[in-house]
């Protein structure tokens, strides 16, 4: 199947500060992207849905100031939590939907676990 | 408004035996059906996936689901469970006539097979 990278796998950052998290399509053009968050032992919450080249469509509730998504290339993505704070500690999950992937499924990335301390 | 329900948080399965995780679905028009499986700490894995056709879908790892449209449902099955499948499966739908590819998920069930 199609190959969506996510980076870092694990981060710690302090209370206050910014973090970027990478999401890139490997093997195929990624038209969407959808980001995800999941707490233990739950389903995943949509957070927004990115389209390439355009701002990202945020769900209800998701402070769109807070959680930056941009789509700047048809392979990456990026989630930038802004001012953290132990709240935002959470597992994020990005997944990519795009040609090549038969046009209908849609691939994951490994998450990336966020620790505010 | 799409919705998906995996009635089951937990299913136990002793090695060798079959498992069957349920999931029936609430859409407007004729969905795309997926199954993911997430192991610990990991993203979601891509199963099998219902578009047209067959209603009996096989997919990865020995598993299979079968559509059933007129109960609404995509149930996950598998002949003989291994010990190695114990992980958190998830249901998914999504629009057909959706250009934006939202996934609507199931809450998840815990699969634990037995040794």
């Known amino acids: 199947g199609a190959v969506v990278s996510q980076h870092p796998s694990w981060v710690i950052c302090k209370s206050g500060t910014s973090v970027k998290i990478e999401c890139r399509s490997l093997?195929?053009?990624?038209?969407?992207m959808f980001w995800y968050r999941q707490f233990p032992k739950q389903s995943l919450m949509l957070m927004a849905t990115s389209n390439e080249g355009s701002k990202a469509t945020y769900e209800q509730g998701v402070e769109k100031d807070k959680f930056l998504i941009n789509h700047a290339s048809l392979t990456l993505s990026t989630l930038t939590v802004t001012s953290a704070h132990p709240e935002d500690s959470s597992f994020y999950i990005c997944?990519?939907?795009?040609?090549?992937?038969?046009?209908?499924?849609?691939?994951f990335g490994e998450g990336s676990w966020l620790t505010v301390v | 408004a799409q919705s998906v329900a995996q009635p089951e948080d937990q299913v136990n399965v002793a090695e060798g035996n079959p498992l069957t995780v349920k999931c029936t679905y609430s859409v407007s028009g004729n969905p795309y059906l997926f199954w993911y499986v997430q192991y610990p700490n990991r993203g979601l894995q891509f199963l099998l996936k219902?578009?047209?056709?067959?209603?009996l879908v096989k997919g990865s790892y020995g598993f299979e689901a079968e559509f059933n449209k007129s109960q609404t449902s995509f149930h996950l099955k598998k002949p003989s469970a291994l010990v190695s499948d114990s992980a958190l499966y998830f249901c998914a739908v999504r629009d057909r006539g959706s250009t934006l590819g939202r996934l609507y998920f199931g809450r998840g069930t815990q699969l634990t097979v037995w040794p």
């Open positions: 219902y578009i047209t056709g067959d209603n």
């Open positions: 997944s990519a939907l795009g040609a090549g992937t038969g046009g209908n499924t849609i691939y």
């Open positions: 093997d195929f053009q990624a038209t969407t």
